[in-house]
């Protein structure tokens, strides 16, 4: 089972001291937080695809490559890749370089996004949202399985006897995972490739996600590619700690009630009951994580977002300190303890010669 941190890359006021960072120090701050990610023992460090203010990574590459020579084991990933308004040419190569760069560690989550004025500032209409998600991806497989490529879709002009460059590394392409929060049709894409399927398990209450996971393995089966237990399932989360319940929760507060997703609506204690996250002690983090598998089954990757709405650097290092030294060391013991037989591990390139990070 893979373990790590997703960032969407936020320039948020600090609620308790009014500081906004300039991009440069968000920029700086995400690659600290992916460097320190490996120093306490994540295996993953994702980061979203954002065009549009308050966000910052639109260049997910560059970031990836940049934290790919600052780190040796930390696997590189996307918390989206936008499959829609990206070229699946541009994808194909920028992803197969990267994934020479730094030695096959390298996957990614295909998405849609949630912005709707993004799509025209890449000539897309966002009511071809699903269909270009679906043609665009089927192009990049072949563009990674194929040497030559012929190619007449919709949505860009054809391609005849087209070879990316590079090629994946020693022929293997990044494994992909489809993201969804609310799309069965990104579950179905997923299951019928035999690809993994990622539930940001965010912001929703479970059920939700019960429902599209359910799907995803339901279908994967249907395909051929195993049992719906066999299926690749990756969750988001969201955490907060302290030591001391009650003190998590007061430094929490200021920051979930201005936050652009969280605030004004229901109250920290209401989403804390009805969604995944998770305000308290380690021990609570724990607990709470592990009703996962018990909601969902068994899965190969655990992500959790810990620095959006402001929160000052300091405090999300503070957060994987205790996340890597009390956390997920026990996750890793418990999910292995109670781990079906016949569950594949968290799929990696074969450069990397294990069978899953975190082994």
């Not at 590189?76 to 730094?102: C, F, G, R, W």
């Not at 019960?210 to 089966?221: F, N």
Request: proline share 8%.
């Amino acid at each position: 089972m893979q373990f790590g941190v997703f960032t969407v890359g936020d320039v948020a006021t600090d609620p308790v001291t009014g500081r906004t960072p300039t991009e440069y120090e968000r920029i700086k701050a995400m690659t600290t937080i992916a460097i320190k990610a490996e120093e306490v023992g994540m295996d993953v460090f994702a980061t979203g695809e954002h065009h549009n203010p308050p966000f910052v990574p639109s260049s997910p590459t560059t970031l990836l490559g940049y934290v790919a020579a600052r780190t040796e084991r930390l696997i590189l990933s996307t918390s989206t890749t936008l499959i829609t308004t990206n070229d699946p040419v541009k994808i194909a190569e920028d992803y197969a370089m990267l994934q020479h760069l730094a030695d096959g560690r390298v996957d990614l989550m295909m998405g849609r996004g949630n912005t709707g004025p993004v799509y025209p500032w890449f000539g897309k209409d966002i009511r071809d949202g699903i269909p270009l998600a679906i043609e665009n991806y089927a192009l990049l497989r072949r563009l990674w399985r194929e040497e030559a490529v012929d190619w007449t879709g919709r949505f860009r002009t054809p391609l005849q006897g087209f070879t990316s460059t590079p090629r994946p590394l020693e022929g293997v392409p990044p494994f992909v995972w489809h993201g969804s929060i609310r799309s069965p049709e990104i579950a179905e894409q997923a299951a019928y490739y035999g690809d993994g399927f990622f539930a940001n398990h965010i912001y929703w209450p479970k059920d939700h996600f019960q429902r599209l996971i359910g799907l995803y393995r339901e279908r994967y089966a249907h395909y051929g590619h195993g049992t719906p237990e066999q299926a690749i399932v990756g969750l988001g989360g969201q955490v907060y700690m302290h030591r001391n319940s009650q003190e998590a929760v007061r430094e929490f507060r200021p920051y979930f009630d201005n936050s652009s997703v969280y605030g004004h609506g229901p109250s920290l204690e209401e989403m804390t009951e009805q969604t995944p996250l998770t305000v308290g002690s380690p021990q609570e983090v724990i607990d709470k994580t592990l009703t996962f598998r018990e909601h969902f089954g068994d899965y190969q990757r655990q992500l959790f977002f810990m620095d959006g709405a402001g929160l000052p650097l300091k405090t999300v290092l503070e957060q994987l300190d205790i996340l890597g030294e009390e956390v997920v060391p026990v996750l890793r013991k418990e999910f292995s303890a109670r781990r079906a037989a016949g569950v594949p591990d968290a799929p990696v390139h074969p450069a990397l010669g294990v069978t899953g990070a975190g082994a």
